[in-house]
């Protein structure tokens, strides 16, 4: 727990000396600038004095930005703004089960099923706090699992972000539910790629578990439409962990994971990997 809170620290840290607005930024970079209030604006700066900038924004106005208005300035890569068509991924808030960071906007969510018979749909209540859950439609059985998962993300800016959030689902046979508390955070060292550390507590019965579970992932951008992804689900003292990877296909509102799922540890003959389909619709 603390090694997970030094390293949320030295994130932090990093991330807010990265953010620091400079009066010597580079006038011939594009700009991805951040205001209060959540807007953002791509362009290149024209001049600055010691209080605004003059901005060029991509639909060629020209526009001046008080200094004190400014949250955060990142350099983009130029084809963004050049007429490629190009996607974010709509399933930033987690990767292929397990959530990162970020927080889902306000009025935005998703509809997605896991494994085929595992739906779950997510919103947006604001944009630090979202809702998501969902009953299973597991063929051969008389009762469902039914699973509920709220998320708060009290900190999020371009590059990094905390949540927190519980899983909670009532299984078929147990009189009380199961589920898991946990804290996670995400970092983005680069455009859409990033690293996510998640810390979690398994509870049954009113009572918590003595050892965490931790969550190691990372995804990676590889083109306008494809990301690599990575999820790794570890228990200390434990020895089967899981360990996954695979590809995401996205584009503006619909997404599909496919990967493996390795197992290791386990006395698994054949074939060792556990095959990982999902998909989403996002709105």
Request: hydrophobic fraction near 40%; glycine fraction near 10%.
């Amino acid at each position: 727990m603390r090694s997970l809170l030094i390293i949320c620290l030295a994130l932090f840290f990093i991330e807010s000396n990265y953010q620091t607005v400079s009066a010597q930024q580079d006038t011939t970079k594009v700009l991805q600038i951040e205001l209060k209030g959540g807007s953002l604006l791509k362009g290149k700066i024209i001049s600055e004095t010691n209080d605004s900038l003059k901005i060029k924004i991509i639909s060629n106005a020209v526009i001046v930005i008080p200094k004190n208005q400014i949250v955060s300035m990142n350099q983009i890569p130029v084809k963004t703004i050049e007429g490629e068509k190009l996607y974010k991924d709509p399933n930033r808030s987690r990767l292929f089960f397990a959530p990162t960071g970020r927080a889902l906007k306000s009025g935005r969510g998703y509809f997605s099923v896991y494994e085929i018979f595992i739906p779950f749909a997510a919103v947006g209540i604001s944009d630090y706090f979202s809702i998501s859950g969902g009953v299973s439609l597991i063929p051969g059985i008389d009762k469902q699992f039914v699973y509920l998962a709220p998320k708060i993300t009290p900190y999020q800016n371009n590059n990094f972000s905390i949540s927190g959030g519980l899983l909670y689902v009532v299984t078929p046979n147990e009189q009380s539910g199961i589920g898991v508390v946990y804290g996670v955070t995400s970092y983005e060292y680069k455009e859409e790629s990033d690293i996510t550390l998640g810390l979690g507590y398994g509870f049954s019965g009113g009572s918590f578990s003595n050892s965490p579970v931790i969550v190691v992932g990372w995804a990676a951008k590889v083109s306008k439409s494809l990301k690599l992804l990575s999820e790794n689900w570890i228990f200390p003292g434990n020895k089967t962990q899981f360990l996954s990877f695979g590809l995401r296909f996205f584009g503006k509102h619909l997404s599909a994971d496919f990967g493996f799922i390795y197992p290791l540890g386990s006395n698994t003959e054949g074939f060792p990997f556990i095959p990982w389909l999902g998909f989403a619709y996002n709105f």
